[in-house]
Nanobody
């Protein structure tokens, strides 16, 4: 059974950093793309970043480029999202999601989702 479990969220001050983890089980990352999405209250779910298992190609939303870094550890079957220079507008529930093959920026393209982890950026 394919499962995704996020961790690493929390409360951080503006300018601070967090590292989110997405631990996968029931499948190997080699053949899947893992996307990070976020959803703030009253807003639609938006794509943040994605890494494709094959070749490890990555992409980022414009709003996080230069601040967030996605990476994968195939030995641990885990994908990470390093978030630096956090801003209050980064506050949201962050989800990781999986789909076979290449990355997609659309949430509807991912059939497998984790439960989410809350990130709050506030002083």
């Amino acid at each position: 059974q394919l499962q995704l479990v996020e961790s690493g969220g929390g409360l951080v001050q503006p300018g601070g950093s967090l590292r989110l983890s997405c631990a996968a089980s029931g499948f190997t990352l080699d053949y899947y793309a893992i996307g990070w999405f976020r959803q703030a209250p009253g807003k639609e779910r938006e794509g943040v970043s994605c890494i494709a298992g094959s070749g490890g190609s990555t992409n980022y939303a414009d709003s996080v480029k230069g601040r967030f870094t996605i990476s994968g550890d195939n030995a641990k079957n885990t994908v990470y999202l390093q978030m630096n220079s956090l801003k209050p507008e980064d506050t949201a529930v962050y989800y990781c999601a999986a789909r076979s093959s290449y990355c997609s920026g659309y949430a509807s393209g991912y059939p497998y989702w984790g439960q989410g982890t809350q990130v709050t950026v506030s002083s």
